[in-house]
């Protein structure tokens, strides 16, 4: 069973770049969520989904935009990264109700 | 606001040696509690989760209880063995929301 899956899992950008992250589920969840892992902080939420074309702002949603046409994918796209945009960017869904899945991440640089 | 605060690491320990990491919550109601594990490069898996007042959740040896009248949601395991080298993460869910809030984490490293 493949899950959650993130593609890519590195990047390195220059700032001022754009690019988009993208994530696969096959568990049919309704929920979709991207968040971002920076030491000491813990995982904070950037944007979130609750079905198919709807998207909804996190704790951290400025310089993302997100978008779900399918159910199964929920993209994150960075127009003008900015090296504050450094982190390890986790997806994650979920049924109705908790737990969340999580992807494996995806590490990405902004020099 | 509601925010869970837990241990800082990182933590250090030997085989067999006991494990608790702390977890106080703020929220108003009765949120959900969640103890999440994330395994060097991979992503967080569920370890635990307990809904109200006074359960106990369970796994892999590791054990948490709600705790309403302290608001906590303490992770202990009895003997640590090398592959609980991990971060480990509490969390919490509002009631009525679907979105999980979560700790900074805690590194917890066994020694052989």
């Known amino acids: 069973n493949a899950g959650v899956t993130q593609t890519p899992k590195f990047r390195v950008l220059k700032t001022g770049q754009s690019m988009t992250l993208l994530c696969a589920q096959d568990m049919n969840h309704e929920y979709m969520y991207w968040y971002r892992q920076d030491p000491g902080m813990g995982l904070r939420l950037i944007h979130y989904s609750v079905g198919e074309g709807t998207t909804a702002k996190g704790e951290v949603p400025d310089g993302y935009n997100v978008s779900r046409l399918k159910k199964q994918n929920f993209l994150l796209g960075l127009e003008s990264a900015a090296p504050s945009q450094t982190s390890v960017y986790f997806c994650?869904?979920?049924?109705?109700?908790?737990?969340?899945?999580f992807g494996n991440g995806t590490r990405l640089t902004v020099t | 606001g509601n925010s869970v605060t837990q241990m800082e690491g990182p933590v250090t320990l030997s085989e067999e040696a006991f494990l608790t990491i702390n977890c106080t919550y703020t929220a108003t109601g009765y949120p959900s509690l969640f103890w999440y594990v994330q395994y060097p490069g991979e992503g967080l898996q569920l370890l635990l989760k307990a809904t109200k007042a006074d359960d106990k959740g369970s796994n892999k040896g590791f054990e948490a209880t709600y705790r309403k009248e302290t608001t906590s949601f303490h992770l202990e395991k009895g003997s640590v063995q090398v592959s609980d080298s991990a971060v480990y993460f509490c969390?919490?869910?509002?009631?009525?929301?679907?979105?999980?809030?979560f700790g900074a984490g805690t590194t917890v490293t066994v020694r052989a």
């Open positions: 994650a869904s979920s049924p109705l109700v908790a737990p969340l899945h």
């Open positions: 969390a919490f869910q509002r009631p009525n929301d679907y979105k999980l809030s």
